[in-house]
T-cell receptor, first 115, second 118 residues
Framework: KNQVEQSPQSLIILEGKNCTLQ??????????LRWYKQDTGRGPVSLTI?????NTKSNGRYTATLDADTKQSSLHITASQLSDSASYIC??????????????FGRGTSLIVHP | NAGVMQNPRHLVRRRGQEARLRCSPV?????VYWYRQLPEEGLKFMVY????????ESGMPKERFSAEFPKEGPSILRIQQVVRGDSAAYFC????????????????FGPGTRLTVL
């Protein structure tokens, strides 16, 4: 069964600090891994997307890493801001029948940034 | 996420009524996904559609739920005879489809419809 586990479940940090969120997955056959940011009451917004051959990808203060051998990914946030407070969701897609790409969502890490 | 429209944003139904949720994808996108999110839970895949075709509905309950994406107009997620357990946020996402040579299919999410069943 395809699964995506994220840790920690929640995290509180002070503004300006860095943090790292973890994602472990058992999804096969692997297609791609994405990190999304979901603000309360809104739809998820894509931060990064990585395929099998990519080890790291950055988007501003967000840097995602992927280790396809250990099936782990991390999202590092640098110099956190109050607006970073949100749920961060790891999504891993498998190649499905007919060429479809079926995503498995993690439950998310709830990040709170305090001033 | 810009461009994916969902309506209504909030929907209240009594048990036994029907709920119709609409999703207009980003212009030019021919692939639509529907997801359900329960409070404190992650998003759960329900159904994947291309224009006029259901590609994968493995996440959608067999009873009471149906989805369509007609040639013209928005995608519709229909829930018949709603029950309290159907209360959730329903998100739609669209994508342009497979890009030649690349194994990714980035999805753009709408703001969601929050269904409350009384």
């Amino acid at each position: 069964k395809n699964q995506v586990e994220q840790s920690p479940q929640s995290l509180i940090i002070l503004e300006g600090k860095n943090c790292t969120l973890q994602c472990n997955y058992t999804v096969s056959p692997f297609s791609n891994l994405r990190w999304y940011k979901q603000d309360t009451g809104r739809g998820p917004v894509s931060l990064t997307i990585m395929t099998f051959s990519e080890n790291t990808k950055s988007n501003g203060r967000y840097t995602a890493t992927l280790d396809a051998d250990t099936k782990q990914s991390s999202l590092h946030i640098t110099a956190s801001q109050l607006s970073d407070s949100a749920s961060y969701i790891c999504v891993v897609s498998a190649i499905g029948s007919g060429g479809s790409y079926i995503p498995t969502f993690g439950r998310g890490t709830s990040l709170i940034v305090h001033p | 996420n810009a461009g994916v429209m969902q309506n209504p944003r909030h929907l209240v139904r009594r048990r036994g009524q029907e709920a119709r949720l609409r999703c207009s994808p980003v212009k030019g996108h021919s692939h639509v996904y529907w997801y359900r999110q329960l409070p404190e839970e992650g998003l759960k895949f329900m159904v994947y559609l291309q224009k006029e075709n259901i590609i994968d509905e493995s996440g959608m309950p067999k009873e009471r739920f149906s989805a369509e994406f007609p040639k013209e107009g928005p995608s519709i997620l229909r829930i018949q005879q709603v029950v309290r357990g159907d209360s959730a946020a329903y998100f739609c996402a669209s994508s342009p489809g497979l890009k030649a040579g690349l194994f990714y299919n980035e999805q753009f999410f709408g703001p969601g419809t929050r269904l409350t069943v009384l």
